[in-house]
């Protein structure tokens, strides 16, 4: 079996992983009259805000906030032992670094204290990768993404396992349409490529790409001359080619990280006949075989969409002059893909959904 990468079609499960958390972190003076706890993450749009806690009575305290070229100003008059009070304040998108001082007078002594923090405002990280925008032997691909940017990852891995791809490339600070230029990989070995993004703030959103590409090797069969009946001592060559289809698709779940769904894996069948005949009757004749074998892989609920074409004389496997019987020329191709089959575009021939 060999991989085939196609730039257009590719399988792909899309990971987003986003966490957010609501932080509040005290702030405690040497004297401990009171403690302070700062709201430092906060989803976008949404305030931050100080609680204030008084550890003991107070009275004239005044909360000076300074960042980002806002500053607030509150006062508590009195607070008792034990009394809390929370204060909100907008702040912008990403990170920001604020300064707070605060004075106080407890009892006859007045105290102040001051620290520093950062609030971390965000909205959701969304990424989209194009895949008729990958190109791995050019070593490009475009991420679309409603949030900047830090880095992105990429490994690559061959049908034997061996990694072939190992890059870390610095992403531009913007939205949008993003273009990664990484190390080119030969598309003819490559089967499974792993992407992770990171935005500056250590969110990260992970995709993997699979290319699968298989002739599934079988014994083909023998229809009667001009039928395309498939008579019963034939159908088990059938059968162990659905055994074989089955087990490369557990593989590619496997490779892919998932065991639920197929992933846009197509099962082609290229019916082909020797050159007996006229070439027009040879399409049809190998369109009409073609169609029966898929017509009975369906019936065996495979989790691949199936198609069909007939190529007639045109793909011969050994070449021959014209009216010559050749065996091995009346044959049929099964291609199980989740990019295009290769060699097989041909004017007028059209692969058939069943």
């Given at each position: 079996m060999s991989p085939n990468v196609s730039p257009c079609k590719h399988a792909f499960s899309n990971i987003i992983i986003l966490t957010i958390s609501l932080?509040?972190?005290?702030?405690?003076?040497?004297?401990?009259?009171?403690?302070?706890e700062a709201k430092q993450e906060v989803p976008l749009g949404q305030k931050s805000r100080l609680t204030f806690h008084a550890q003991t009575s107070l009275k004239n305290v005044k909360i000076s906030l300074k960042g980002n070229s806002k500053s607030y100003e509150w006062t508590i008059k009195?607070?008792?032992?034990?009394?809390?009070?929370?204060?909100?304040?907008?702040?912008?998108?990403?990170?920001?670094?604020?300064a707070t001082n605060i004075i106080g007078v407890a009892g006859n002594e007045t105290i102040t204290s001051s620290f520093e923090f950062d609030v971390l405002s965000l909205g959701d990280l969304k990424v989209s990768l194009p895949t008729d925008a990958v190109r791995?032997?050019?070593?490009?691909?475009?991420?679309?993404?409603?949030r900047t940017l830090a880095q992105a990852e990429l490994n690559g891995?061959?049908?034997?396992?061996?990694?072939?791809?190992?890059?870390?490339?610095?992403?531009?600070?913007?939205?949008?349409?993003i273009t990664v230029d990484f190390e080119p990989v030969p598309e003819e070995r490559i089967r499974r490529v792993e992407i992770k993004v990171t935005d500056p703030y250590g969110r990260w959103t992970a995709f993997r790409l699979v290319a699968w590409y298989v002739n599934i090797p079988h014994d083909d069969v023998v229809f009667e001359t001009g039928r395309w009946d498939i008579e019963p001592d034939q159908s088990k060559k059938l059968d162990a080619v659905v055994v074989k289809i089955k087990e490369e698709i557990a593989t590619f779940r496997k490779e892919l990280g998932r065991s639920d769904v197929g992933f846009g894996l197509n099962l082609y069948i290229a019916g082909c006949t020797d050159t007996v005949g006229s070439a027009a009757d040879n399409i049809t004749l190998s369109r009409h075989r073609a169609k029966a074998i898929a017509q009975y892989f369906k019936a065996k609920t495979l989790d691949a969409r199936i198609y069909y074409e007939g190529y007639g004389e045109s793909l011969l496997a050994v070449p021959t002059a014209d009216n010559v019987a050749e065996e091995k020329n009346r044959r049929a191709l099964y291609i199980l893909t989740n990019t295009q089959p290769t060699g097989l575009s041909m004017p007028g021939r059209t692969w058939r959904p069943l």
């Open positions: 932080v509040m972190i005290p702030f405690m003076t040497l004297a401990n009259p009171w403690s302070v009195k607070a008792r032992k034990g009394q809390k009070k929370s204060f909100s304040f907008a702040v912008p998108e990403g990170r920001s670094d604020w791995l032997g050019a070593g490009k691909l475009v991420l679309v993404t409603n891995f061959d049908h034997d396992g061996a990694q072939i791809l190992q890059d870390l490339v610095e992403l531009p600070a913007k939205k949008g349409r």
